[in-house]
């Protein structure tokens, strides 16, 4: 009977949920999508002052695909188009997020203080 209930209530423990991970570890991915940042978008056209953070779609095949950024800022659609051909140009593969061993849509979380030039990911 022990069993039973252990079984019933622990299964949840048995999941194979996962992040989606980046080849290499996400702190190589964030290294590498700050230097195309400052590649290929002109920071003097923003008024960009504090963190801002970028929430990065990953796909189920492992590619970002789709990016946002909060707060909404002066010129932001163009910010995050700019942003977006930024993340094109990050060469590699991410792993995809999985629930139940199925690969699954995710959102890879990036803030970034654009004041000292840190980043911090989840």
């Keep these: 009977m022990v069993l039973i209930l ?11 949920d996962t992040r989606a991970e980046y080849e290499g570890g996400n702190a190589v991915f964030a290294k590498k999508f700050m230097e195309m940042l400052y ?18 779609n990953i796909d189920k ?13 002066k010129n932001g659609e163009m910010f995050v188009d700019d942003s977006q051909y930024a993340l094109k ?9 999985t629930k ?11 803030k970034v203080d654009f004041k000292s030039n840190t980043y911090d990911h989840d």
């Excluded at 923003?46 to 801002?52: A, T």
């Excluded at 492992?62 to 707060?71: E, F, Q, S, T, Y």
Aim: aromatic letters at 16%.
């Design 39 to 56: 590649a290929y978008v002109d920071f003097q056209n923003y008024v960009l002052e504090g963190k801002v953070t970028y929430l990065i």
């Design 100 to 110: 139940d061993g199925v690969a699954i849509d995710s959102k890879y979380i990036m």
């Design 61 to 73: 095949t492992g590619k970002a695909n789709r990016i946002d950024v909060l707060p909404k800022i």
């Design 89 to 97: 140009k990050v060469k590699g593969k991410w792993k995809p997020a």
């Design 6 to 16: 252990l079984l019933f209530f622990g299964f949840k423990g048995f999941s194979q």
